[in-house]
DNA sequence: CAAAGATTGTCAGTATGCTGTCAATCTAGA
DNA sequence: TCTAGATTGACAGCATACTGACAATCTTTG
């Protein structure tokens, strides 16, 4: 047998990829979020970004990028962005001069309140399609297999683990 | 009541939004595919691209981004880079000088019957972490969903359809 | 304490993706 | 036919993403 014949090569295949149907899927999602947040000048990573933020406040870049799985590199410009709408702040860290803290100002704290019920509708209309079940299974199996594929990623996901090495103050 | 009490704002919020984790599992999807592909010089969406102008040949750039669901902008330097690799050539069409028709190479014809294999390991390897009949479930899901949610899109998916008004000699 | 190693922020380079625009060209209607 | 409108490929500009590299800085080790 010189050479196996292969499968034949069809769009159908590649539409029921599912690598395929992540990038449309995500293509979609942005698309949604874009809409119904327009009024704001914020996108899907810089909203997410904020939130982390204004979760821990003090974090630094590095730790940030582990919070929300975004690569170091990608977050260097995103911060510049939101520092220069306003909506964070960089305060050199005193006991390392390597690091920058982030802080959240009033216009950030603001920006994330009047965004949230628009960020929630268009979570909302992702899934909207489907019946409330089918909404709700997909979401399950979707956590299920983004943690057990965690380490596939180049920037898996540190949660909360990752500001054990902060110095806390608790 | 001058400001109705805001939903605590938690990281577990943005982990369990159905945003996050599209935009987690294509981060995750594209590391896969690039892990298995890497012996050949083929990003996820060059290898789409390919597979769609093997089974349209002669096809042109804007009725490959409606069959395949990419921008327009983005899809003309996806096949300058094609062209450059020598996996793709242009030519103009005789009927309408705006256009030019898209074919695939012998070289190009040859990397995709190689590459095949590896894309069918990183598609599996996508789902591998759930059970059989989960993966099923969610593949299922996520069709249906990427459909029901096809208009939502800057390019929706046009498939076939896009074809038609192309000059079949069939 | 000094040298080796690790970490941090940054940058250059490449590749999607999107918005908006433009000239060249084709098409449809007056 | 002549022109208003649509289509096509191309481009500029912005925003993720990833790879790999780098200087400054901190930490660990001998």
Redesign the interface.
């Known amino acids: 047998m010189p050479s196996k014949p292969?499968?034949p090569?069809?769009?159908d295949?590649?539409?029921?990829?599912?690598?395929?149907?992540?990038?449309?899927?995500?293509?979609?999602?942005?698309?949604?979020?874009m809409e119904e947040c327009k009024a704001f000048d914020l996108t899907?990573v810089q909203y997410?970004a904020l939130?982390?933020i204004?979760?821990h406040p003090g974090i630094d870049a590095t730790r940030l990028s582990a919070?929300?799985?975004f690569d170091r590199s990608t977050l260097g410009s995103v911060i510049e962005r939101l520092e220069a709408k306003d909506y964070i702040e960089r305060k050199p860290a005193p006991e390392d001069k390597r690091i920058k803290l982030l802080y959240l100002t009033k216009p950030g704290a603001a920006i994330?309140?009047e965004i949230?019920p628009a960020?929630e509708r268009?979570?909302a209309?992702?899934?909207e399609?489907?019946k409330p079940a089918?909404r709700k299974?997909?979401?399950t199996?979707?956590?299920?297999?983004?943690d057990?594929?965690n380490e596939?990623?180049?920037?898996p996901?540190r949660?909360?683990d990752a500001l054990e090495h902060l110095g806390k103050s608790g």
């Open positions: 292969l499968p090569i069809t769009m295949a590649v539409y029921a990829a599912p690598g395929y149907l992540f990038r449309r899927m995500q293509q979609i999602a942005v698309s949604i979020f899907p997410a939130i982390a204004h979760t919070v929300i799985a994330l309140r949230i960020v268009a979570q209309r992702m899934l399609p489907l089918d299974a997909l979401m199996l979707l956590v299920q297999l983004v057990l594929n596939a990623s180049r920037v996901l949660a909360e």
